[in-house]
């Protein structure tokens, strides 16, 4: 053929999004989909927050023109998730140290993050953590990165293998660009703590590494401020860091994508220079944010009752993830299965099941239950409806 795409070879389907394609396909009518991120309330739909549905039909009811936003997004917005990561009276904030910009959520901001420090360090390796969310890998890379994995996961307690971190950050050359996740870590629900997050700004600030905190669960975990706690470390550390932010979780929003990316520079001074050079790696990728998502998000931020409608909200889908813990660890026991107590002490959406791509393709074979082929499932997508039947399908297939 003389086609120009003649030559051009199927590229694999996203493992994640590929899995959605063919739950989507599954026949089973009893059917659980335990593979996507995305938190699911008790009826198994995607919540719409109450908080987000007000500012929504404020903004639609006051029709505001729909002109382009600044390359960074608005002050109102960025200002917003600046409060949000390191408080209202943060000294930092106060020192204009940080630079904040809007970006197509989570993902975006890890992207313009990448396409900056590819420009600012262009010899730098990133080291992300083994096991890491799917994407951190594939990003880095397209950004032009070498990357490579720092020990994190240790299977046989289910926890970090903390000794192993130190290690590997004691080993890596200086400005080693290093991805850590700052609560609910993707996919294995295992987080530091704050111990060991002390431990870990001072293994970066002697070992003169580059932080890149990817958040994107703030307030998943315990709260809003105490999933914070790694940021407060790296901001009295004193070093410069980067910080990628979300609010697909947090507000629901995620076809919104709203996200930022936030750089702790050393000074006022500095931070204006740093923003001028994101802004041309901005500029020339999609140019400026979208406005409807972080308009929304400014707006609840910015309003004391919408906020504290928010931060219930946000309390509920955290509440609920903790109690799908305790009740699959419970139907667990009552069907026999050996311990799983581990997945309540694991935070966040997920939870690494220790399950074999073997039991989980017999879950799906014979359940129609779809789970990750790591054995990572999604505690947000379990409700009181589908609880039972997962619980009996992960006991069959461990006998
Ligand atoms: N980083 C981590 C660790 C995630 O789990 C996710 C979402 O699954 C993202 C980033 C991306 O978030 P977003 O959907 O806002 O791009």
Known sequence: STSLFAAVEMAPRDPILGLNEAFNAEKNPAKVNLGVGVYFGDDGKIPLLAAVKAAEKARLEAQPPRGYQPIEGTPAYNGAVQNLMFGKDS????????????CLGGTGALKVGADYLKRLLPDASVYISDPSWENHRA???GAGFPVKEYAYYDAATRGVNFAGMKAALAAMPAKSIVVLHACCHNPTGADLTVAQWKEVVAAIKERNLVAFIDMAYQGFADGIKEDAAALDLFAASGLQFFVSSSFSKSFSLYGERVGALTIVTDSKDESAR??????????????????????????????????????????????????????LVANLKAEGAPNFDFINVQRGMFSYTGLTAAQVEKMRADYGIYAVGTGRICVAALNTKNIGYVAKAIAAVLK
């Open 91 to 102: 000294e930092l904030l106060a020192a204009g140290r940080a630079v904040t910009c809007q």
């Open 139 to 141: 990003l880095f890379e």
């Open 274 to 327: 740093v923003l001028s050079q994101v802004k041309r790696v901005i500029r020339t990728n999609y140019s400026n944010p979208p406005t409807h998502g972080g308009a929304v998000v400014a707006a609840v931020l910015s309003s004391p009752e919408l906020r504290q409608m928010w931060e219930d909200e946000l309390g509920g889908m955290r509440d609920r993830i903790r109690a799908m813990r305790t009740s």
